[in-house]
């Protein structure tokens, strides 16, 4: 089987990096130099990222990532298109991370209500809080079935974790629609 994933976030939390880190093929780079001042780092993704990794089962996922700029949320429609599961990856750097993930939920809400999520929150080496208790919490709050796991997206056995991870999520959907399917029946 082939699926495709899809990670998003703000600017510099790592989607280029998560998926440049795991692919066997030889990713797409939109990068380009960065001139904003709030992002800190050379260079950020214009377009959009893509990779392949396989799984142990021999499933193949197709990796997309979002631009993190606000200004390319018009990408977000296009790459959810047959998508079956989500990565959101939050940096912690950030002054308010919990509002960010925020930003995320509700753009990508019809795509996490129909297929598999899982939250990753990035550069927590260095920013420790909020802490994944309180990013938890928040989501059991909203009503969102997601899991969040802290994640160095520089380490590929880090960003497998996530994968592994949706895909458990994804086979346990469709565990519970089947079940609700028979149950009509
Ligand atoms: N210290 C630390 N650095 C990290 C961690 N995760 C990612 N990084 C670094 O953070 C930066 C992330 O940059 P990108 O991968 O370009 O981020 P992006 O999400 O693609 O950003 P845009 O394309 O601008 O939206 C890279 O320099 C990574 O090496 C982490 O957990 N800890
Ligand atoms: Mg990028």
């Not at 197709?62 to 959101?88: K, N």
């Not at 598999?116 to 260095?126: F, K, L, N, P, Q």
Request: aromatic letters at 6%; one cysteine or more; glycine letters at 6%.
């Amino acid at each position: 089987m082939e699926y495709k994933v899809l990670f998003t976030g703000p600017a510099g939390a790592g989607k280029t990096t998560a998926i440049t880190a795991v692919s066997e093929v030889t990713t797409l780079n939109t990068d380009v130099k960065n001139n904003d001042v709030d992002i800190d780092k050379l260079t950020t993704t214009v377009g959009l990222d893509y990779g392949e990794m396989s799984l142990s089962n021999g499933d193949k996922l197709r990796l997309y990532g979002t631009p993190g700029q606000q200004r390319f949320d018009f990408m977000w429609e296009i790459l959810s298109r047959g998508a079956l599961g989500l990565v959101i990856l939050i940096d912690n750097r950030k002054p308010d991370p919990v509002a960010d993930l925020n930003v995320y939920l509700d753009g990508f809400k019809s795509l996490i209500d129909t297929t598999s999520c899982v939250v990753a929150i990035s550069h927590m080496d260095t920013h420790p809080e909020p802490n994944i208790e309180y990013f938890s919490e928040h989501l059991n709050q909203r009503g969102i079935l997601c899991p969040v796991l802290e994640a160095d997206v520089r380490e590929a056995r880090h960003v497998a974790e996530l994968l592994e991870l949706l895909m458990l999520q994804l086979e346990a959907k469709q565990d519970m629609v089947r079940d609700m399917d028979s149950y009509a029946d």
